[in-house]
């Protein structure tokens, strides 16, 4: 699993591989999955520096710091 974050963009992708294989008596049944699959968003305010991920019990908890960004609105009195 591979989570990255390039310049506002949170791509969270993952490859699975798996083998299986069964003897009997007269065959050997073997099998092959291969995927993958990627999602990704886009996180305007995302501060680069504290992001952390946890898989626990089949979940994905990732938590992205917010960037503190200076409010640039005026107000203007109305006469």
């Given at each position: ?8 963009k949170l791509?969270i992708?993952?490859t ?10 007269n065959f050997?049944?073997r099998?092959r999955?291969y995927?993958?699959?990627?999602r990704?968003?886009y996180?305007e305010d ?8 946890k ?18 609105s005026?107000t203007i009195d109305?006469e």
């Amino acid at each position: 699993m591979n989570v990255e974050l390039n310049d506002g963009k949170l791509m969270i992708s993952i490859t699975r591989d798996e083998n299986s294989e069964s003897k009997k008596k007269n065959f050997i049944h073997r099998e092959r999955r291969y995927s993958s699959m990627s999602r990704s968003i886009y996180l305007e305010d995302a501060k680069p520096d504290g992001i952390k991920a946890k898989l626990e019990n089949g979940l994905l908890k990732v938590v992205v710091p917010k960037e503190e960004k200076p409010n640039n609105s005026i107000t203007i009195d109305v006469e």
